[in-house]
């Protein structure tokens, strides 16, 4: 395929071929082949688009929820909303983003234009879902947006939503930390900053899978004195560890309370607390080999000091058929919210605004202040190995995935003699 750029308009002299991450249905993904994109969402034009081709997409947590047969997802939905690519085509309405620049794209989709996106609440654009507020890249009820987990995807409004990195050679370089700005990293650090750690904070974080290493790094990076994380993977405690945080293993029969009174010399109480496991929760001690869906909600309420934060970045869903427990079902907890209110927390929920830390935190990556990917685990694999990425991932393995469609990652660090 080849194309014909001439200033920021491009013009394809043929159709390259398109290949995507399918839902087949519960327990199952296929690489199948997919139309081209184009600058549309069924009759709305989308102008002010830009298509990309992907350079990294990862697989997300939040995709496990709906691959799992845990959401209202349908089959054949398109997965992925981690997005890094290289511009390929713009509409005629872009003026900023050219062709060539290669960019990170927040997973929820904002117009710029509307109250919300002007107050920075990004999450929960009034514009780009007509269902309800906010939308997202190949996830169900986020407004039918089609996945990145793909080889080409269409970007809308990319004036707004593409951070362009600002020398492209030198985010090649650090391509494996970049990849994870359109969602984990910002997420994490939202989960940390809603719940107000600062320097020299005492900090527990449920949750030691990709999302909840990316926020225990973030509580390292805003000057937490000890960041204390929990899980039931001893895989993914050890990875925790790997960086300088304190795992605690919640199956085990010491209580939480215990084991976080042996880190802190006595306290059972930390400042901050947040939530990085979402609806999917397990129980603690003799009750995590099944689900508790509020578990981590209470434990957090129960181990966070009175007047503390509790950051929620985990999902929690409006609809869960797949759970066994009829009121969770329809998204009702056993939530103990009266602790909660006696302790004056506060919470913070829903999905994070990328936009309001996904250039800061591309320059903490450009100038080496945090290695995200090593505290995460980054493992690049092909498009056509999705479908094993999905498998070992919902087995418990301690890596964030990283799909590479075009082979671009793998060729940039083998032309410098490093092995991926």
Request: aromatic share 6%; hydrophobic share 40%.
């Amino acid at each position: 395929a080849t194309s014909h750029a001439t200033g920021n308009s491009t013009t394809r002299m043929s159709t390259p071929r398109n290949r995507g991450v399918i839902y087949m249905g519960p327990g199952k993904v296929e690489v199948q082949d997919i139309a081209y994109p184009v600058l549309s969402l069924g009759e709305r034009k989308c102008n002010h688009g830009v298509i990309l081709k992907v350079v990294a997409t990862n697989i997300c947590g939040s995709d496990q929820h709906m691959v799992r047969g845990r959401t209202t997802a349908p089959a054949g939905l398109l997965l992925g909303h981690e997005i890094t690519g290289e511009v390929v085509e713009v509409g005629p309405d872009v003026e900023f983003v050219r062709v060539g620049d290669l960019v990170s794209v927040p997973f929820n989709i904002a117009c710029g234009r509307c109250s919300n996106c002007k107050e920075g609440k990004t999450g929960i654009c009034l514009n780009v879902n007509p269902a309800r507020p906010g939308a997202a890249y190949g996830y169900v009820d986020m407004g039918g947006w089609l996945g990145g987990q793909a080889e080409y995807v269409m970007v809308p409004y990319a004036d707004f939503n593409c951070l362009v990195f600002p020398n492209k050679d030198k985010a090649m370089d650090k391509i494996l930390d970049l990849t994870l700005l359109s969602d984990i990293f910002p997420t994490g650090y939202h989960g940390a900053v809603t719940a107000g750690v600062t320097t020299g904070s005492t900090v527990y974080v449920a949750g030691a899978g990709p999302v909840g290493l990316a926020c225990a790094c973030s509580c390292l990076l805003l000057g937490a004195a000890v960041v204390i994380v929990g899980d039931l993977n001893k895989d993914r405690l050890e990875q925790a560890k790997s960086f300088g945080c304190h795992p605690v293993d919640v199956s085990s029969s010491v209580s939480l309370q215990d084991q976080i009174s042996a880190i802190l010399g006595g306290v059972a109480e930390v400042d901050c607390s947040i939530d990085c496991v979402g609806f999917e929760a397990r129980g603690c001690g003799h009750d995590a080999h099944k689900e508790v869906p509020a578990q981590v909600l209470n434990s957090c309420m129960a181990i966070t000091k009175a007047g503390g934060g509790i950051g929620i970045p985990g999902l929690y869903v409006t609809d869960d058929p797949g759970s066994k427990d009829s009121q969770a079902q329809t998204g009702n907890l056993s939530l103990r919210l009266g602790l909660g209110w006696a302790k004056s927390h506060t919470f913070v929920t829903g999905q994070c605004p990328v936009m309001q830390y996904h250039r800061q935190l591309m320059m903490a990556i450009l100038y080496d202040k945090v290695n995200i990917a090593k505290a995460v685990n980054v493992q690049v694999i092909s498009l056509d190995d999705a479908p094993r990425g999905y498998q070992d991932f919902d087995k418990g393995a301690a890596k964030k995935f990283v799909l590479d469609p075009h082979g671009i990652v793998r060729g940039h660090f083998n032309k410098k003699g490093i092995k991926l």
